[in-house]
């Protein structure tokens, strides 16, 4: 089973995807977290360049960046373990690159579809947890969690949180966007405690695993 967290910088996925991996280990589930851009060495060098870099990279660069460390991570390791039937709970995927470089960035969506099915062999998540959180506020959370005031130096964001609040504004729609049209995608308020997040989650996964028979504890499970 794949699932996958998205929402804009500082929506709070990171600890929401620690508590889901904690309660399903616990639960005997076999479970791997891993998150995008990144998991592989490859992969890993590309987020570097991607966040890291004080170079500009072109939309159409980043797109592709983007989508080459995707490639690397499912072909190496999300497919893999997948078939091994362990759990795979991902922080992003395509619908990242659908919201930051598809209404972000203005590239054609058409195009990106088309790319996001190569780069990810046409896999999909089988649910996504959508965190909303407006971009001001996320700005907040992320200043606070740095311990920074809010009169800050640039040099404290990473290249992508450098884009600006418009461009966060457009992300945000982008992600609403997507939740209309996919019925995978489960909406979720970040402003709300991460205990009671993550209890929405558990109780969308257990109506969602009713009917599926490969989210029993792979222990449970014939062979
Ligand atoms: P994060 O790992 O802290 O979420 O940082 C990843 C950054 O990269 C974040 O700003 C979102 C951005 N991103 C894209 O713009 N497109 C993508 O396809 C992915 C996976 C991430």
Do not use: W
Not at 170 to 194: I, S
Request: charged share 30%; aromatic share 8%; with cysteine.
């Amino acid at each position: 089973m794949l699932i996958t967290f998205e929402g804009i910088d500082g929506a709070g996925k990171s600890t929401q995807v620690k508590k889901l991996k904690k309660y399903l280990m616990e639960k005997g589930h076999d479970v791997i977290t891993l998150r995008e851009p990144g998991g592989t060495v490859v992969a890993e060098k590309i987020r570097d360049l991607l966040l890291e870099s004080k170079h500009d990279i072109t939309p159409v660069g980043e797109l592709l960046l983007f989508s080459a460390s995707r490639a690397e991570l499912v072909q190496n390791v999300i497919l893999p373990e997948l078939k091994r039937n362990k759990v795979v709970i991902l922080d992003r995927f395509y619908d990242s690159t659908t919201a930051y470089q598809g209404y972000g960035r203005g590239l054609e969506l058409q195009l990106l579809q088309q790319i996001n099915a190569i780069a990810s062999f046409g896999l999909q998540p089988d649910c996504t947890f959508f965190l909303d959180i407006s971009p001001e506020d996320a700005l907040i959370r992320k200043f606070s969690e740095k311990s920074l005031p809010l009169a800050f130096e640039e040099s404290e964001l990473d290249r992508m949180e450098s884009s600006g609040l418009a461009f966060y504004q457009k992300v945000r729609k982008g992600y609403m966007k997507l939740l209309e049209n996919n019925e995978r995608f489960v909406l979720l308020n970040a402003g709300d405690e991460p205990q009671a997040i993550h209890d929405r989650i558990i109780q969308k996964l257990a109506s969602l695993c009713k009917n599926t028979a490969s989210t029993e504890p792979a222990k449970n499970r014939k062979q």
